[in-house]
């Protein structure tokens, strides 16, 4: 059954410096979307993509976030210069259709820890 | 605004008692809901969504638009029914945006 995947697994990084988290959706799949979940507390929505441009963005995706699909299969989450509060797991989604009617498929994470 | 709220962090219930994880929501329009489950060491994946009135792993849902809830119920629980459960919100007015709740962790003990 194919699956959403995410790398790596664990970042580590110091404050100010820029990451690159990734993902690979599932293939048929034409909705991309990132949340973060910060230790002890719920997952929160992030950015939705469709059709190469960003659908829906939450007030935590400021303009030290971008995301790009910079290739056909790809899909990227940058943070620009990180910050303590920055530190959470981050889940990569993917959908057929839009996520009220369409099944959400998560990737397993990639916890960023900033020191 | 949108808001999902699940009043209890953890449950625990003797395995073949029934459990209720409850679920409340705000939302100005008809909104969907969703089940998302976490088994340990396994990513998010969705249990059930209001729109599909499915019975899965013998977990049922009724959307409740007057009491604006949506309580994830099994008669029976299972050992393997331990797992951490997100309600979830989304609809047109909230475009391509989802809403989790905190989660609630359930505990089922043998």
């Known amino acids: 059954e194919p699956e959403v995947t995410q790398t790596p697994s664990h970042q580590v990084t110091q404050m100010g410096q820029e990451v690159i988290l990734r993902c690979v959706p599932i293939s048929n799949h034409l909705y991309f979307y990132w949340y973060r979940q910060i230790l002890g507390q719920k997952v929160e929505f992030l950015v939705s993509?469709?059709?190469?441009?960003?659908?829906?963005k939450s007030e935590i995706f400021d303009d030290q976030f971008s995301v790009e699909r910079p290739d056909g299969s790809n899909f990227t989450l940058k943070i620009r210069s990180t910050k303590l509060e920055d530190s959470a797991m981050y889940f990569c989604?993917?959908?057929?259709?839009?996520?009220?009617?369409?099944?959400?498929?998560f990737g397993p994470g990639t916890r960023l820890t900033v020191t | 605004a949108q808001r999902v709220t699940q009043p209890e962090k953890l449950l625990s219930v003797f395995k073949g008692a029934p459990v209720e994880l409850k679920c409340n929501y705000s939302y100005s329009g008809s909104p969907e809901l969703f089940w998302y489950v976490q088994y340990s060491r396994q990513r998010l994946q969705l249990l059930l969504r209001?729109?599909s009135r499915e019975s899965i792993k013998g977990f049922t849902a009724d959307l409740n638009k007057g009491e604006t809830s949506f309580h994830l119920k099994k008669p029976f629980a299972q050992e393997e029914d331990s797992a951490m459960y997100y309600c979830a919100l989304s609809g047109q007015n909230t475009g391509n945006q989802f809403y989790f709740g905190t989660g609630t962790s359930l505990t089922v003990i043998p």
């Open positions: 993509f469709y059709n190469n441009e960003i659908s829906e």
């Open positions: 209001h729109i």
């Open positions: 989604a993917s959908s057929e259709g839009r996520p009220d009617s369409y099944e959400q498929y």
